[in-house]
């Protein structure tokens, strides 16, 4: 019995995935990139600063680190707001010993509860990226439009009312989107998101909004909390992955190297040591250019 063929015949089958959000590309095929200075590859710190409600949601699912156990989950919930009130402080000063400016995508209900965390972030020089508008604020399909449309209108008003300035970045939370998403972005004037990891240079959308991916493999969630692995060894990791990109950027263009760091991890007081050391040493590097994002989007684009 010969197969029927409708189960061969996929309207949307073509080169690369089987979508019309963005044209797939070899990052072999595209014009090399030249970071400023000459420096070969770009370091992007980036600072996920979140505030977690203490009941959290699962429509449409719950944010990775949220509340683990029955309400009221202080453990969890205290663990995390030790980023908030001690942890975020330590990596300001780990970025001020290095001098370096980093991103720092931050929920709306930061500016709303805490201003002067954010008031100090814009004092050193450091980016904001809208990071929706709290941890219950996930993205997903199924979410009605006009809500998707209000949470990132909410996210964005609460950093501009802080801040006096429009972010031009987005995170999403667990860098979760709808096939609404990049055009709601679009639509309120946002240059640039960070959710999709499929790449090591910034890339547009077929809309226009362009893509700084913010690889998950090399945060510090991933390696320190789920891999179970020291903050040394993370660390170490970060200046093997630089030395690659160096070499790889002799013959094939500038790279970028994100650095997706959580405050409640990484800054605590055994593990935040390890991490102005490596902020130094890649300092010190002189093929090193950190930049926040945005630099590196307007770099980026006026090369293209």
Known sequence: MALDPAYLEYP????????DLYAWSSIFDRKPVAWPDGKPVAVWVCVSLE?????PEDKPFRAPGHMQTSYPD????TAREYGTRIGFYRLLDAFKK???RVSVATNGAIADRYPQIVADIVA???????HS?????????????????????QSIASLEKATGRRPTGWLSIARSESWDTPDLLKEAGL????????DELPWRFANGLINLPLNHELSDRQIITVQQQSADSYAQ????AFGWLVDEARTHGGRVLPLHITPYIMALPYRIGAFETLLQTLAARPEAWFATGEEIVASWEAQQ
């Open 133 to 153: 508008t709290d941890m219950n604020g996930t993205i997903a399909t199924g979410l009605p439009i006009e809500d998707e449309r209000a949470l990132i209108a």
């Open 74 to 77: 202080y453990r969890h919930y």
């Open 98 to 100: 290095a001098g370096v």
């Open 51 to 55: 505030w977690f409600p203490i009941m």
């Open 191 to 198: 240059r640039y998101a960070c959710d999709w990891a499929n």
């Open 237 to 240: 990791q970060m200046v093997d």
């Open 12 to 19: 949307k089958r073509r080169e690369g995935y089987d979508h």
């Open 124 to 130: 050193d020089g450091h980016e904001i990226i809208a």
